[in-house]
């Protein structure tokens, strides 16, 4: 009881109520933040994923292209042509 009287003797009755509204302020602008961290997170999830199906899709693309040239020189030696390529082989690290 003696923090309650207290407090009512510093803020009175109009007091209480702007420390209401301070209160409040600050869990409005708590659940704000809250709901853009959320929303921020929502949003970083998506764009993973896409970036996912991009990279699977450009990975498609790679390995058709691979097989196209792997069965396009196998053609050529089956003939007894031996292929000329510019491809350099990336470092081994």
Do not use: C
């Not at 207290?6 to 709901?35: C, H, T, Y």
């Not at 921020?40 to 970036?51: F, G, S």
């Amino acid at each position: 009881m003696q923090i309650l009287e207290i407090v009512i003797a510093v803020f009175g009755a109009g007091g209480l109520a702007s420390l209401g509204v301070v209160v409040k302020a600050a869990q409005s602008k708590k659940e704000s933040f809250n709901k853009a961290r959320a929303q921020h997170i929502t949003d970083l999830e998506r764009w993973r994923k896409e970036a996912q199906e991009a990279l699977r899709q450009m990975q498609e693309v790679a390995d058709y292209w691979r097989r196209v040239a792997a069965d396009f020189e196998h053609q050529l030696r089956a003939l007894g042509v031996t292929p000329q390529t510019t491809a350099v082989k990336p470092d081994e690290d």
